[in-house]
C-alpha cells in the first residue's frame, strides 16, 4: 500500500473492508442468498411459471446489500465526483475533489498511481484506446493525461466548470459540457477546439454523450431540454423535450436508444431511429444524477442524490433491483468493460463496487 493512499484513507481498518468483504460474499451466508436468488430467478425465467411483469413496471426490489464488493475507499474530505473503468479494464479511475485522478487496479483494490490536481475535478474519463484519461475540472479547463506515467499531456481550455467530458468513440474528439452553457468540441490530437454549440446558451448543461457511431452528440441540460447536433459540422438536428431537468444522458451500446434522467426521478428511453419517447422508468427516487448502460446493453443502472443505485433491466424496464448507496448521494455509476462490476462514487467520499448479477437473456458464470 502506498504512503499517499495510507494517508488519504481514515484507518489501516477501512482499506481491509475489500478483502473482508469479498471473504463474506465467498464463504458467508451472504452468498447463498445471493445464490438462492438467482436460482429462483433463472427458474422462473426457465419455466415460464408466474405471470409476466407488466411492461415498464416498477415493483418493489430487493435491497441486496450483499452485492456490495467493496468500500473501496473513504476519503476525510470532500466528495467523489467521478468514477470510470478503463477499456481494457485494468484500471478504475477515481475523481475526488479537490485532490486529483486515483487510479486503482480494479482486481486487487490497490492503487497503481495518483495524478495530482489541485482543483476541484467535476468529471473524469478515459480514451477508447486507454492511453489517456480527461478530467473536466471547475477553473473550466480539461486536462488530458498520460494513464501510463500520469504525465501531462495537454489543457483544454473551457468555461465555467466541466461537468462531463467523454471522448468520441474512435477517440478523435472531445465534447466538454461547460458551466457557461456552451459544449465545446475538440480535437484531442492538437487541442484544436473544433467548434462551440451555443444552444444551451443562459442554460446550464449536465451532460453529453457520443453515438457510438460518432456521428450524433446529445446534450441535456436544467432546462429540460436534450439538444442533438450532428457531429461533422456541429449542426443542431432536433430537440427532445423532457418532463424536468436533465442530470445525465447515456446511449445504449448498439446505438438504437438514448437514456436521460431527470429532476424528478425518471429515465426517459428515447429511440434514436425517429427519436420518439419509448418508455419512462420511475422508481423510488426524486433525484437521479446519473444513468449508465451496461457493456451489453441489457441493464441501466441509475444514481440518485436520495442514496441508492437502481438497476433495471432494459428490455421491459422492470426494476431488478436497489443496491444500497451511500446516503450522502451518488454522482457517478460506470460498469466494467466486461459487465461483471459496477462502480458507484458519492458525496460521502466512498467508492463501492457491485458484483452485477446474470442478466435472464445473459447468464454469466
Known sequence: ??????????????????????????????????????????????????????????????????????????????????????????????????????????????????????????????????????????????????????????????????????????GEMLAAACGDGVVRVWRVADGTLLYSLEGHTDDYINGVAFSPDGSILAAGSKKSTVKLWRVDDGTLLRTLQASSWISSLAFSPDGQTLASADGNGTVHIWRVEDWSLLHTLGGPVEYLQVVAFSPDGQLLASGSFDGPVLLWRVEDGTLLHTLAGDVHGVMSVAFSPDGRTLASASKGGTVRLYRVPPTGGSQRQ
Open 1 to 170: 500500500m502506498s504512503p499517499r493512499q495510507r494517508r488519504d484513507l481514515k484507518s489501516d481498518d477501512e482499506i481491509r473492508v475489500a478483502s473482508l468483504a469479498q471473504h463474506i460474499i465467498r464463504e458467508g451466508a451472504a452468498m447463498k442468498k445471493v445464490n438462492l436468488l438467482l436460482i429462483c430467478l433463472l427458474g422462473l425465467l426457465i419455466s415460464g411459471c408466474g405471470p409476466p411483469p407488466p411492461a415498464w413496471s416498477t415493483p418493489t426490489p430487493t435491497v441486496v446489500s450483499e452485492w456490495e464488493v467493496a468500500r473501496l475507499a473513504l476519503w476525510g474530505r470532500g466528495f467523489v465526483n467521478g468514477v470510470a473503468f478503463s477499456p481494457d479494464g485494468r484500471f478504475l479511475a477515481v475523481a475526488p475533489t479537490p485532490r486529483g485522478i486515483y487510479l486503482y487496479d480494479p482486481e486487487t483494490l490497490e492503487e497503481v498511481r495518483f495524478i495530482e490536481i489541485n482543483i476541484g475535478v467535476r468529471s473524469v474519463a478515459f480514451s477508447p484506446d486507454g492511453e489517456i484519461v480527461a478530467s473536466g475540472l471547475d477553473d473550466g479547463r480539461v486536462l488530458l493525461s498520460r494513464v501510463e506515467d500520469g504525465t501531462l499531456v495537454r489543457a483544454l481550455q473551457g468555461e465555467g466548470f466541466m461537468t462531463n467530458v467523454p471522448f468520441s468513440p474512435d
